[in-house]
């Protein structure tokens, strides 16, 4: 995902229903919320431009085509985490399990109210938000660690990892006085105000699989 795309979220709507896609349409515009409807997955995969932001809401049954638990489950072996909606008229129990233990946001059955509706979309929405902020601090903090040089890196990497200076010196092959001064420029580089923020950052980079292990 390019999190420094300019791209405003969208609430896209997947469903057979040209009467209800047209009604839910009106009603999220009115609350201000860009929207884009489809009739069927096929359409909406061929329209809709990657990464997606925002959030989907997607009829289970959609004739003719992928079902929207298909349509959810190869977004996802698509890594694309889009926030899913499921609305059905014929859900059940065993499907709403079946939908909310692969990742969807949230099963609402049809009708569904318009304050139920409009709530659950506001959380969806802002926990894409949060993911996106979460995608540009990752790709600012590789851009950061991109600076270090090598030397710089094996310090860093030992440093968060709670190794002292004498055995960082040791295993890099210089004195604690040059890991020290590593140790400064990493910090300064890196933009940390202290050790547990710089900790925070390798965090994070491990869970973007952007740092290199040891």
Known sequence: MNANQETAPVVYLVDDDESLR???????????????SYGSAA???LAS????????????????????????RGLRDQDEMLPVIFLTGH???PMS????????FDFLPKPVQRETLLAVVTAALAQDEERWHAAERRAELGRRLATLTPCEHAV????????PNKQIGAEVG???RTVKAHRSRVMQ??????????????????????????
């Open 91 to 93: 859900g059940d129990i």
């Open 97 to 104: 399990v079946q939908a909310i233990k692969a990742g969807a």
């Open 22 to 36: 047209t009604a839910l349409s009106r009603l999220l515009r009115a609350a201000g919320h860009e929207t884009r």
């Open 49 to 72: 431009k990657r990464p997606l932001r925002g959030c989907l809401l997607l009829d289970v049954r959609i004739p003719g085509g992928p079902s929207g638990l298909e349509l959810h």
């Open 43 to 45: 359409e909406f995969l």
């Open 156 to 163: 860093f990497l030992r440093v968060v990892s709670g190794q």
């Open 174 to 176: 210089c004195s604690e």
């Open 189 to 214: 580089k890196m933009r940390a105000g202290s050790l547990a923020e710089l900790v925070h950052m390798a965090d994070d980079l491990e869970a973007a699989a952007v740092a290199v292990a040891l």
